[in-house]
């Protein structure tokens, strides 16, 4: 290690140190600080917990067989209830764009899906889920689109000339 780094290493280090004393933060305002440019909102204990029964899917496509809405849906926006468990609802950051795939689901009987899915994936809680962290999402969304917009070379901040964020699309069954 040079001196420089070293000298570097100990001003950053007593920084720190300082900035911590003068500037005391809670636990959640520094999550907030720290994530809500990555639009990640904070998660309770609860749903930490309902996180684990999310995640189960063990894709054997049973939910998709059995949607029996497919007529009304538009396909363009939704590829099949599996998609919620085993991929969208991996991202947090990318709940605001599951909008028009939730209205979709809606339009299937969820009841139904859920008592054959042989991994209990409870669908309505985890569009449930869904909606409410999208709507966090939306409230961190003044201070994200600005880091975000900053980052991309959008000025302006409206968010033209930031790649749209939207799920990735899977083969329809049928
Ligand atoms: S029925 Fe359940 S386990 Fe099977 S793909 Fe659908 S969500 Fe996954």
């Not at 609802?89 to 209205?103: E, F, I, Q, V």
Request: contains cysteine; hydrophobic residues 45%; charged residues 25%.
């Amino acid at each position: 290690m040079t001196p420089r780094a070293l000298v570097l290493l100990g001003y950053y280090f007593w920084r720190t140190l300082l900035l911590r004393w003068l500037r005391p933060r809670n636990g959640l305002a520094a999550f907030h600080e720290s994530y809500a440019a990555d639009k990640l909102p904070p998660v309770t204990a609860a749903e930490r917990h309902a996180l684990k029964a999310f995640s189960s899917c063990i894709a054997c496509g049973m939910c998709d067989a059995s949607f029996a809405a497919w007529p009304s849906v538009d396909r363009a926006a939704f590829h099949g209830p599996m998609d919620l468990p085993l991929s969208y609802s991996r991202g947090m950051p990318d709940y605001d764009t599951l909008g028009r795939y939730l209205a979709q689901l809606d339009r299937g009987d969820l009841v139904r899906i859920e008592r054959l899915c042989p991994a209990r994936i409870p669908f309505r809680d985890l569009a449930a889920f869904a909606r409410k962290k999208a709507a966090e999402i939306e409230e961190l969304g003044v201070a994200a689109g600005a880091i975000a917009a900053r980052a991309s070379g959008d000025g302006d901040g409206d968010g033209e000339g930031a790649a749209p964020r939207l799920p990735a699309p899977r083969t329809s069954p049928g």
